[in-house]
Nanobody, 123 residues
């Protein structure tokens, strides 16, 4: 089994930047595709970004394209989400996820999850 520990959540001003990190223990993260999801109050969990096990393929939901960048460093067993030009609509609990053999945009297809720190974008 793999355990995922997240860091980088907090409060930022609109237009600001924030970086989320996800660190694995147990099995190496390089064995898995990985992704980021978010959930705002009263809403379902939403796909944000995907990265293949080698880092060669990425995908993003339309609302974050050009603003968010997903990356991974398998040698350090870490995966990150760089967020800039943040807006209040980005406010949510953000979850990192690992391992899917099915369509990655559906959160129900992922097997391992981080603890979901809060990201708040507000003046």
């Amino acid at each position: 089994q793999v355990q995922l520990l997240e860091s980088g959540g907090g409060l930022v001003q609109p237009g600001g930047s924030l970086r989320l990190a996800c660190t694995g223990s147990g099995r190496t993260l390089g064995s898995y595709p990985m992704g980021w999801f978010r959930q705002a109050p009263g809403k379902d969990r939403e796909f944000v970004a995907y990265i293949s096990f080698s880092g060669g393929t990425t995908d993003y939901v339309d609302s974050v394209k050009g603003r968010f960048t997903i990356s991974r460093d398998n040698a350090k067993n870490t995966m990150s989400l760089q967020m800039n030009a943040l807006t209040p609509e980005d406010t949510a609990v953000y979850y990192c996820a690992a391992e899917t053999s099915n369509y990655y945009r559906n959160y129900r297809n992922w097997n391992h999850w981080g603890q979901g720190p809060q990201v708040t974008v507000s003046s």
